[in-house]
């Protein structure tokens, strides 16, 4: 399983195979990542086709990163705080749902290879 997956699973008390079928579920809607830009279009920008992209992810072996954690922003309503320290910097990305209407935070660490809950 993806830590990533695993990370969110913390705070949105679900497991995190579900967590990533509902991520996977909203991508394949077509429903919006970026505001004004389809999600297909983001999806295919880095890789041959969106439903390629969804089915890989769908896989437990598939790592999550930013199109996930927005995806997730998006459908909890939440905004997330990734703590960059890949280059030892300790970064702050904020991710926020594409509606800008944030029920609550949460952080989570990246390490560049890894993420994990931040708890507080």
């Known amino acids: ?3 990533l997956f695993n990370s969110l699973s913390y705070f949105i008390k679900e497991p995190s195979y579900q967590i990533r079928q509902k991520i996977c579920n909203y991508l394949e809607s077509n429903l919006p990542i970026i505001d004004g830009i389809e999600t297909s279009c983001v999806l295919e920008l880095e ?4 439903s390629s992209y969804i089915t890989s992810m769908r896989s ?3 790592w999550g990163g930013a199109i996930e954690i927005q ?6 309503n939440i905004c997330i705080n990734v703590r960059n320290d890949r280059d030892h910097c300790e970064k702050k990305i904020q991710f926020i749902p594409v509606n800008n ?4 935070t949460i952080d989570i660490y ?3 290879g890894h993420y994990e809950p931040i708890m507080s």
């Open 1 to 3: 399983m993806s830590c």
């Open 47 to 50: 890789h041959k086709s969106a």
């Open 60 to 62: 437990t072996s598939t």
């Open 71 to 76: 995806a997730a922003c998006n459908i909890w």
């Open 101 to 104: 209407h944030c029920d609550r």
């Open 110 to 112: 990246w390490t560049g």
